[in-house]
């Protein structure tokens, strides 16, 4: 999972990218960075969270109208600074690239473009390997002419070597910028108008806050380009189904982001509305309904309104500890749940407590956070799950890629339950899931959950994936 950002405009563009990779910091906390160009490329790229990377004296050399941003979460490499994005190109043009996704041909298209096109790679991220790729279909054209549709034949050409998920920004240097979005749209990105520019980026909540009043999503298979004097383009280079990445809504997206027309706050409420029935039909009977904060939070508010019971705060997460979900090591993660809840006992004590939790991926997080509310004094925990159990890897850029990691995979309910130690648990249909998200509509990636893959896949990828992915780790 990561973030992207561009921008072309009038005015300089890091003013804009800035600010919007801090309205992006949830989506990775691994790296950031940022290029624009103004006669030659400015890069600043490193790890760490956003307001670490830049600083008022490197955010000053970032020259020019056009630029583009990129929060990371490592998929594929270990996730040194090397691997920060964007990535630069002097050739043809110059040409840089920022992506949010995964590729799942990522080991062979890299060896393509090391021993075929006799091309060196610096690092272990796909959009370096995105960046060589849409380089050579370039450099295959008659550049002295280029314009749009010299470059919408060229993407077709990148489209047929790329599998998986990608949503990618670019700049061509001299020429303008470029967004463009794999064929299921597995990925986000929406764009729209800013006074004098134009403003791409992961989720529409980067849209709100610089300033624009009207967006629209790039489509699925969409390419977008905008020359220097703000001409824009548009074209559909390749046909497919529609398979926006489910998790988004669950939880990725911030509540107040617009993903494919679809409100993620709604979404999230619509998603508590169905576990609420799934509450009813298995007979608790909680005393109060107790969000895992933050994500959760709208659909524990829908599910105690179903219910009937009284909706309370009774967790407080510490706001500087970063999503647990998202960071690398397992060490990591358990000592990130200690320091990141507290209880808040008197909401707590002596009563039935339903907890409500966006999903559950290895249980260790759900096991100390039953654990705090049984500590506290609850009488029954009970834990609502608002996704399905998760059983198959995710191949598209979410960290869960091996099917060892998952605490459903091989265990029923009752285990689960038994494992994270609830009185009762209680997870969302695959159904409920879909209602709830898209009322009835169903362009979703639902892979992690149904094993339903919307790209090219087979058990041999998938065995392969997990070894690269054990491999590197
Ligand atoms: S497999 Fe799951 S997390 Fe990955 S893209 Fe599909 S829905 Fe999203």
């Known amino acids: 999972m990561c973030g992207i950002i561009g921008i072309i405009g009038k005015t300089r563009a890091i003013d804009f990218i800035y600010p919007g990779l801090i309205a992006l910091q949830h989506r990775g906390q691994d790296s950031a960075g940022a290029v624009t160009y103004a006669q030659t490329f400015h890069l600043k790229k490193g790890s760490g969270l956003v307001t670490n990377v830049f600083n008022l004296k490197n955010i000053a050399r970032l020259d020019g109208n056009i630029g ?15 691997d920060a994005q964007p990535f630069v190109l002097t050739m043809p043009y110059g040409i840089a690239l920022a992506h949010n996704g995964n590729l799942i041909n990522y ?22 390997v995105i960046l060589n790729i849409l380089s050579i279909e370039l450099s295959k054209m008659d550049l002295k002419n280029f314009n749009q ?10 489209y047929d070597k790329l599998i998986g998920s ?30 004098d520019g134009y403003v791409f980026a992961s989720e529409s909540v980067c849209l709100d806050m610089l300033g624009c009043s009207e967006f629209r999503d790039v489509a699925p298979g969409e390419a977008v380009f905008v020359d220097t004097v703000g001409n824009v383009f548009t074209k559909q280079i390749v046909e497919g189904k529609k398979a926006t990445c489910i998790f988004e809504y669950v939880y990725f997206a911030r509540p107040d982001s617009i993903i494919d027309g679809i409100g993620v706050y709604k979404a999230r409420l619509r998603l508590g509305e169905e576990l609420g029935k799934e509450c009813l039909k298995c007979g608790i009977k909680p005393d109060v309904v107790v969000p895992v904060p933050d994500t959760a939070r709208g659909s524990a508010q829908m599910v105690a309104e179903v219910l ?3 909706h309370r705060e009774g967790l407080i997460k510490n706001r500087y500890i970063h999503r647990t979900f998202i960071m690398p090591t397992q060490q990591q993660r358990i000592e990130a749940i200690k320091m990141k809840l507290n209880v808040i006992k008197s909401e707590i004590k002596d009563k039935n407590v339903l907890l409500i939790d966006d999903s559950i991926v290895r249980g260790n997080t759900s096991k100390e956070i039953i654990k705090l509310i049984r500590d506290a004094g609850a009488k029954e925990v009970y834990y609502g799950v608002y996704s399905p159990p998760l059983k198959y890897p995710c191949v598209y850029g979410i960290d869960m890629q091996t099917r060892g990691e998952f605490i459903a995979r091989n265990r029923s ?37 149904t094993g339903n893959y919307p790209t090219e896949m087979s058990e041999k990828f998938l065995e392969r994936i997990e070894r690269d992915r054990i491999r590197i780790l």
């Open 149 to 158: 549709e010299v470059l919408f034949s060229c993407l077709k050409g990148v």
């Open 166 to 195: 990608f949503a990618v920004v670019c700049i061509i240097a001299g020429k303008g910028f470029l967004a463009f979005r794999d064929k299921n749209g597995i990925k986000p990105m929406v764009f729209g108008r800013n006074g």
């Open 68 to 82: 583009i941003g990129h929060v990371r979460y490592p998929t594929v490499g270990p996730g040194g600074v090397e």
């Open 107 to 128: 080991f062979d298209l890299k060896n393509e473009i090391i021993e075929k096109h006799l091309r060196y790679l610096n690092s272990n991220c796909d959009a370096e």
């Open 308 to 310: 009937g019971v009284r």
């Open 413 to 449: 309910i009752e285990e689960i339950k038994k494992s994270i130690g609830a009185d009762a648990l209680i997870y969302q249909s695959v159904e409920g899931l879909l209602r709830g998200v898209g009322s009835g509509d169903t362009g979703f990636c639902t892979a992690c959950f």
